[in-house]
């Protein structure tokens, strides 16, 4: 177990409608990042947060949105959902910083049917 | 942005092979090198990093070196065996640790 909590572990939807998928990262870890897992696919960095703030956005569709919370838990807010988002999106905490490890949820599986 | 090249993307050897798989970074300023393993329906786990301060690193079957000059390092694993088949993804990072991966190699341990 890493320590970073993500829900639900499966979710099933409908195009065009809209999902939050949630992290809890670890005691004390102070940023979350957001990744994308496609079929066959590597790890495509979607999003991070610092301690509540934006940090740095990689190849996020503007369909899709996250924040950080007071708690530190983060939510990615994922709409007008189309089959291609199907995949597994995993969130991964760290202390923040340079060269610090970074730890992964087990994932959550999106699928759009 | 930082850039990451992994080769190969399979990689199948017999159970005590060794498999050697490589990355190549665009940023001079990637000062850490974390080697992550994903098995099949699972978690990335952190197995082995190197610090760009360090040309090789050891645990135990698993090793990594970095040649910084030529911006490539890569990860060695000795004397295979099946459970060490999984997704292997390299990553380089800068101060601001925001990791950018590779696409991930499909190694296969055949008993």
């Known amino acids: 177990d890493s320590g970073v909590t993500q829900t639900p572990k499966h979710l099933i939807t409908a195009t065009g409608q809209r999902v939050t998928l949630r992290c809890s990262p670890r005691s004390g870890d102070l940023s979350v990042y957001w990744y994308q897992q496609s079929l066959d696919q590597g790890l495509q960095f979607l999003i991070q947060?610092?301690?509540?703030?934006?940090?740095a956005k990689g190849n996020i569709l503007e369909r899709f949105s996250a924040q950080q919370f007071p708690d530190l838990h983060s939510e990615l807010n994922l709409s007008s959902l189309e089959l291609g988002d199907s995949a597994l999106y995993f969130c991964?905490?760290?202390?923040?910083?340079?060269?610090?490890?970074?730890?992964f949820g087990q994932g959550t599986r999106l699928t759009v049917v | 942005g930082e850039n990451v090249e992994q080769h190969p993307s399979t990689l199948s050897v017999q159970e005590g092979d060794s498999a050697v798989i490589k990355c190549t970074y665009s940023d001079s300023a990637s000062n850490y090198f974390p080697w992550y393993k994903q098995e099949l329906g699972k978690r990335p786990q952190l197995i082995i990093d190197i610090r760009s301060n360090v040309g090789e690193k050891k645990d135990q079957r698993i090793a990594v070196t970095l040649n910084k000059t030529a911006k490539h390092f890569s990860l060695h694993i000795t004397e295979t065996q099946p459970e060490d088949s999984a997704v292997y993804f390299c990553a380089a990072s800068t101060g601001s640790y925001i990791p950018t991966f590779g696409r991930g190699t499909s190694l296969i341990v055949h008993p």
């Open positions: 991964a905490s760290s202390v923040g910083g340079a060269r610090s490890e970074a730890f």
């Open positions: 947060y610092y301690n509540g703030e934006e940090r």
